[in-house]
């Protein structure tokens, strides 16, 4: 199947705490995305991760993608109010013409 | 730069009435969809259009229609609006099959009484 859960669902914490969400699937994919949705916006692009294994950084932000292409992880370092919003993580279908959304791990960062 | 843009940003209808999501992308984008997102259960794919004269169904296809008769254009319509129709709305688009990013305009909030 398609389907994409994502852990946790809600994550309030302070700032400057570390946070780790997490993507999985029952299915191996070739590349999955992360995206970030603010409150009234449409999501946005993280980053993409393709190969097994590998690790992408942005700033504060780790992404980690599982050897076996079947989950993902976000690690963000010393979060930040900034930092709040709901992450999603998607997949393209087995077709290419879909992308397939997990539900998404909504964090608020209390200063 | 517009991106993708959608119009109306709000709307309340009536159940029973009809009404039509319109969005316009100038990034020159083939893939079009639509995506519905309600609480809990994330973004779920009601239509896409994959070129200009095409259509196909997503996840939660029923109780809308779409047309793609531009390629910058692809239009949602809800025939007979229903209570179960409230929903955030999400238009997006992406340059093809070897273009993994999807782009999203700002969203349409739909209320149905």
């Known amino acids: 199947t398609q389907l994409l859960e994502q852990s946790p669902q809600f994550l309030s914490i302070q700032e400057g705490e570390n946070l780790t969400v997490y993507c999985n699937s029952s299915s191996v994919f070739s590349s999955l995305q992360w995206y970030r949705q603010e409150p009234g916006e449409g999501p946005v692009l993280l980053v993409t991760?393709?190969?097994?294994?590998e690790v992408k950084k942005l700033k504060r932000l780790t992404f980690q993608f599982g050897d076996a292409r079947k989950d993902s992880s976000l690690h963000i370092t010393a979060a930040q109010p900034g930092d709040t919003g709901l992450y999603l993580c998607a997949r393209r279908g087995d077709n290419f013409n879909k992308f397939y959304f997990g539900s998404g791990t909504k964090l608020n960062v209390k200063p | 730069n517009a991106g993708v843009t959608q119009t109306p940003k709000f709307r309340v209808l009536k159940t029973g009435q009809s009404m039509t999501l319109l969005c316009a992308q100038d990034?020159?984008?083939?893939?079009m969809y639509w995506y519905r997102q309600d609480p809990g259960m994330g973004l779920r794919l009601i239509h896409y259009s994959v070129g200009e004269g095409t259509t196909a169904k997503g996840e939660v296809p029923d109780g809308y229609n779409v047309s793609r008769l531009k390629k910058q254009n692809f239009l949602l319509g809800l025939e007979s609006a229903a209570p179960s129709q409230t929903s955030v709305y999400f238009c997006a688009s992406s340059r093809g099959p070897s273009g993994n990013t999807i782009y999203f305009g700002e969203g349409s909030w739909l209320t149905v009484v």
């Open positions: 991760v393709v190969t097994g294994g």
């Open positions: 990034m020159n984008h083939e893939y």
